[in-house]
């Protein structure tokens, strides 16, 4: 396909290959069955402009950084935590169309393959410690105070750089597998195993999750359940990775 010509949703669907359909519908659900639907209406706007894939990242990165920028506002009003919420939704929606954008235009490149992941990364890391500090900076939720719970202030920050370094070793333990087992084996063991493609749809709602526990002032809670789910996760990759590692050394040995 060529990027003159007209795009329409039915096109752009038509574009999404199924592998990556059955990709996406275990590793991200939620923007497979929630987000995918308006992706396709809103990616033929920017084909159809002549924006490219990577306009579109870039724009999700700065997106990004305004809403990260922005979670310290917290401090000041409560209401700007959901501001950022929907921001870094809308950051999610758009990491959706720049691949649509990508694979209809024929502009698909391992260079926009890696500013994608750059982006989700960047989203998924920095954004616990950037709300940490909001929420240490930012008076007690009306829901914490309610309750009668007083939080250390300092649980907030050092709740963040877990989440974080939790996320990012996850991620680490992941790559690092899939490189040993290669790709395919890897993907086709997670698809396999129904508790590990359920970790990876709840560890995905938590951005439209935020939105509400912003709307219903009960972030603080969110973002201590999500670190505890986060370190739980790690120790169940660092498990599964030497597990399977295990079984392949053990495959080998018998055939060799």
């Given at each position: ?12 669907r ?5 592998w ?23 990616a ?8 490219s ?11 990004l ?5 922005l979670?310290g ?8 935590f959901?501001?950022?919420a929907?921001?870094?939704?809308l ?6 169309i720049?691949?649509h954008v ?22 998924f ?14 008076p ?9 719970i007083?939080f250390?202030?300092?649980?907030w ?6 989440k974080m ?6 991620m680490l ?9 290669g790709a395919?084996?890897?993907h086709?063991?997670v ?12 560890r ?11 709307a ?24 599964r990775?030497?597990?399977?590692t ?11």
């Open positions: 396909m060529t990027i003159r010509e007209k795009a329409s949703p039915s096109g752009v038509h574009s999404y290959p199924a990556k359909a059955r990709v996406d519908q275990l590793q991200n659900p939620y923007s497979h069955y929630v987000l995918a639907p308006l992706a396709f209406r809103l033929p706007i920017f084909i159809n402009c002549g924006v894939a990577n306009t579109v990242t870039g724009c999700s990165l700065l997106l950084i305004g809403g990260l920028t979670v506002f917290g401090a000041v009003r409560h209401a700007n959901l501001f950022v929907v921001c870094l939704n950051v999610i929606l758009l990491d959706n720049d691949g990508a694979r209809f235009t024929g502009h698909a490149s391992t260079f926009g393959a890696l500013f994608d992941d750059l982006v989700t990364w960047v989203h890391s920095v954004l616990p410690l950037c709300l940490g500090v909001g929420l240490f900076y930012a007690p939720e009306s829901s914490v105070l309610a309750l009668g007083a250390p202030r300092g649980l920050i050092t709740a963040g750089v877990v370094l939790a996320y990012l070793f996850s333990v992941g790559y690092k597998v899939e490189l040993l087992l395919h084996r890897y086709e063991g698809a396999q195993q129904r508790g590990l493609v359920l970790a990876k749809a709840i995905e709602i938590e951005s439209p999750l935020l939105v509400i526990a912003a219903a002032g009960i972030l603080s809670f969110l973002f201590i359940s999500y670190t505890v789910y986060s370190v739980g996760i790690l120790v169940v990759a660092i498990i990775a030497l597990r399977e295990a079984l392949s050394d053990r495959e080998r040995a018998r055939q060799g």
